[in-house]
T-cell receptor, first 111, second 116 residues
């Protein structure tokens, strides 16, 4: 199925470090969602973005809707061990119901 | 209920048997989606329901897969004559509507299917 390019694929970082990941598409989206999935669980919605250039925070998480509407970024500041998991982006085309999901960024935090 | 629920949480079945996976969406959510997630992979769209209708079944991998939704609520995904390649986590999501803030999808915990 169709998927977004999400990078990096995986990251090992030290506790306290900042993390950055992104998703890019060849098409324009009107909505970006960012999810986190813990092992054995379903994805949990972290942040939703609806306007080009929009910057939204949720605690230590900050996400931005790229100005070209073809990309989005998620930053995590001062990572902690419970940030471990897989982060997915999802984009929605204008006028459709379907979300296209990224391939995921697997984050591992070393204490 | 507070969130999307799915049952069973785990299912082990023999190749060739039929299985039914259930999804109970958030109350009032008219849109319901089924996805498949293979080990270490992203989410593969299977089918979308609006109310009891399925306007998009394009993601169903074969005619062994079918789904229905009744009463605008509970949905069942059925896999007939299961194959080993059907082994995956099957995720269900629901949303109030399909776009903007009302289109935000909320996921259940998934059903892990293992075909032996």
């Amino acid at each position: 199925g169709q998927q977004l390019n999400q990078s990096p694929q995986s990251m090992f970082i030290q506790e306290g470090e900042d993390v950055s990941m992104n998703c890019t598409s060849s098409s324009i989206f009107n909505t970006w969602l960012w999810y986190k999935q813990d092992p054995g669980e379903g994805p949990v919605l972290l942040i939703a973005l609806y306007k080009a250039g929009e910057l939204t925070s949720n605690g230590r998480l900050t996400a931005q809707f790229g100005i070209t509407r073809k990309d989005s970024f998620l930053n995590i500041s001062a990572s902690i061990p419970s940030d471990v998991g897989i982060y997915f982006c999802a984009g929605q085309y204008i006028g459709t119901y379907k979300y296209i999901f990224g391939t995921g960024t697997r984050l591992k935090v070393l204490a | 209920g507070a969130g999307v629920s799915q049952s069973p949480s785990n299912k082990v079945t023999e190749k060739g048997k039929d299985v039914e996976l259930r999804c109970d969406p958030i109350s009032g959510h008219t849109a319901l989606y089924w996805y498949r997630q293979s080990l270490g992979q992203g989410l593969e769209f299977l089918i979308y329901f609006q109310g009891n209708s399925a306007p998009d079944k394009s993601g169903l991998p074969s005619d062994r897969f079918s789904a229905e939704r009744t009463g605008g609520s509970v949905s069942t995904l059925t896999i007939q004559r299961t194959q080993q390649e059907d082994s995956a986590v099957y995720l269900c999501a629901s949303s109030l509507s399909t776009s903007g803030r009302l289109g935000e999808q909320y996921f259940g915990p998934g059903t892990r299917l293992t075909v032996t």
